[in-house]
């Protein structure tokens, strides 16, 4: 497959901004916590705040899901070069 390098290359930088995605929800969460016992502020879950971070913590779990249906799918996508393979591409490879 002659963009599988390139699908691979563009699934592997989605990988590593959805774990930046993760690790920044993360971060806030906590900052968040912090600031509400100090402020008095509502941290229990349900509070929009929290509700929203959340809400983004599970969108890069389906992202991350997604990533690996396409690797998988990829992979089975690449085992069918033998079988996509003109007459004449086989002739070409048995000459060298």
């Not at 599988?4 to 699934?11: F, P, Q």
């Not at 100090?38 to 929290?50: D, T, V």
Request: net charge negative; with cysteine.
């Amino acid at each position: 497959m002659e963009t599988s390098n390139e699908i691979r290359s563009t699934v592997k930088n989605i990988k590593y901004y959805a774990s930046k995605l993760q690790e920044l929800t993360k971060l806030q969460f906590e900052k968040d916590v912090d600031k509400g016992h100090l402020l008095g502020i509502n941290i229990h879950a349900g509070s929009i705040r929290f509700d929203c971070l959340g809400a983004m913590k599970a969108a890069v779990d389906w992202i991350e899901t997604y990533c690996e249906n396409i690797e998988k799918n990829l992979q089975s996508a690449e085992k069918q070069d033998e079988k996509l393979r003109l007459p004449d591409e086989e002739e070409q490879e048995s000459e060298y």
